[in-house]
Each structure stands twice: as C-alpha cells, then as structure tokens.
Nanobody, 125 residues
Framework: EVRLVESGGGLAQTGGSLRLSCAAS????????IGWFRQDFRKERVGVSC????????HYSDSVKGRFTISSDHATSTIYLEMKNLLPEDTGIYSC??????????????????WGKGTRVTVSA
C-alpha cells in the first residue's frame, strides 16, 4: 500500500524557517516524481516544488525560488521541503504527492497518483 505522510508544519514568524517531511512507503523513490503543493484559505492548490528522482532534477515556483529547497533521503524514503525566509503568503496546508515518472522535468507531470493528507503551515506577520 502506498502511503505519504507529511509532518513538520506549525506556526512560524515572518522570516522564520520550517522543514516539512514527507514519509513515503509502499514504493521506491527511484522512478517517481514527488511534488509539494500548498492549499490556501481559498482552497486553491498550487505547486510549490517538485523533484524527478530518476534524474535528480528539481523545480520551484517563482514565489518560493531561493527560499525553499526540496531534497530526498532514499535510505529512509523521506522527501523534505526546507522553507526559509517564510512569508505570510506561504501560509496553507502543504501536501506531498507522488507519481511514477521517467522524465527529467517534473513540471510536465499532469496528474499525481498518490497524495498525503497534508500538514498545516501558518506564518504570522
């Protein structure tokens, strides 16, 4: 059974940092792309970052580029999202998602197969 479990959310001040974790089980990361998504109060879900494990390539939305870093630990099948210089607009529920992917650009993924339930991040002004 494939499972994705997020953790690490919480309350942070503007300029602060948080590290989110996505614990994956039921599959190996090698042939999968993992994406991090944020859902805000309007219930819109936007892509924040993604990684194509076959090529090791990563991508970020313009709003988080230079502040967030996505990484993976294959030994523990955990994907991290390091978030620095947090802003109030980073507030939302962050979810990780997985899809079998053999391409080098995870931005080309049209739909993710598996989703976690999310972890809430709140950034105060």
């Amino acid at each position: 059974e494939v499972r994705l479990v997020e953790s690490g959310g919480g309350l942070a001040q503007t300029g602060g940092s948080l590290r989110l974790s996505c614990a994956a089980s039921g599959f190996t990361l090698d042939n999968y792309a993992i994406g991090w998504f944020r859902q805000d109060f309007r219930k819109e879900r936007v892509g924040v970052s993604c990684i194509s494990h076959l090529y090791g390539t990563t991508h970020y939305s313009d709003s988080v580029k230079g502040r967030f870093t996505i990484s993976s630990d294959h030994a523990t099948s955990t994907i991290y999202l390091e978030m620095k210089n947090l802003l109030p607009e980073d507030t939302g529920i962050y979810s990780c998602a997985a899809v079998m992917w053999y391409g080098d650009d995870c931005r080309e993924v049209h739909g993710y197969t598996y989703w976690g339930k999310g972890t809430r991040v709140t950034v105060s002004a």
